[in-house]
């Protein structure tokens, strides 16, 4: 059977130009390897930092990643998991671009291995509140009263507030994923053999409760990404031009 490779949390339009150039560069070089591979690519949410499809518009700053995504699907099947910065995927990328979209957790059978995978925005316990706006923001009468914005007007004001919440935390509180380790644990007591999930930037391959948590990391900044093969889950990091396995691999817990 053919490998699946996990990407996550490229935020594609977050950095200044020079970081932007390196992420493109190494994203292309990994689509190519996976082509030749003849794999398929699960996109775990956040690959754009803000993604909105108007009636006949779209980001033009994507352009040429989209472009790129639309040749993989001649040769691979490529599944995108809405995240927190582009839950507004809708038909443009489904039968234009050709990717299989799914709005929260998407399960793959693979051999003998059942697949849970899920972006993971909304998990923690203290998130009550988002939750609540990440309802709102998918609303079908919200969706349309955004597209009411002139584009240029929707897309600078979404990129702007995306960049304030990611400064607006606390530099001294440290981020515990103790939450999405938690559920990833009570997904493997329903059946699942792997939990797949991004969001939190923290790469895992952790064998726990009679199978594996994994996180692919951050596109972003680590260039990570996760394998399930005939040897199980793994982790590794793209140089661009090759892979090397990532630190702590696997770790029993």
């Given amino acids: 059977m053919k490998p699946i490779y996990f990407l996550s949390d490229a935020h594609l339009g977050a950095q200044d130009e020079a970081q932007e ?3 493109r ?14 794999a398929d690519l699960v996109i775990v949410g956040d690959l754009f930092d803000f993604w909105f499809e108007y009636k006949s518009v779209i980001p033009r700053l994507h352009f040429r990643v989209l472009c790129k995504l639309a040749d993989l699907t ?8 809405a995240g927190n910065h582009d839950f507004w995927l809708d038909s443009f990328m489904r039968h234009e671009i050709g990717l299989s ?6 399960i793959i059978q693979w051999g003998e291995y059942n697949i849970f995978i899920i972006h993971g925005d909304g998990l923690m316990k203290r998130d009550s509140g988002y939750r609540l706006m990440k309802r709102v923001f998918r609303n079908k009468c919200c969706i349309k009263l955004y597209r009411m914005f002139h584009p240029d007007l929707g897309i600078s ?12 935390g606390d530099p001294e509180e440290k981020f515990s994923d103790q939450d999405y380790r938690d559920y990833a644990r009570t997904k493997l007591t329903q059946g ?3 939990v797949i999930m991004g969001h939190t930037h923290i790469a895992a391959n952790e064998k726990t409760n009679g199978g594996w948590y994994v996180n ?7 260039f990570s990404f996760a394998v399930v093969d005939e040897n199980g889950p793994a982790l590794y990091q793209w140089n661009g031009n090759s892979a090397a396995p990532f630190k702590n691999n696997q770790q029993e817990v």
């Avoid at 004001?157 to 607006?168: C, E, I, M, T």
């Avoid at 692919?216 to 680590?222: A, K, L, V």
Wanted: with cysteine.
């Fill in 21 to 23: 150039a390196l992420k």
């Fill in 25 to 38: 560069e190494r994203l292309f070089s990994f689509l190519d390897y996976v082509k030749t591979e003849k």
């Fill in 74 to 81: 001649r040769f691979c099947t490529i599944h995108y998991i």
């Fill in 101 to 106: 979209l799914h709005p929260d957790e998407f």
């Fill in 157 to 168: 004001l979404a990129l702007g507030l995306s960049r304030l919440s990611r400064k607006s």
């Fill in 192 to 194: 699942y053999n792997i």
């Fill in 216 to 222: 692919p990391g951050n596109w972003m900044q680590d």
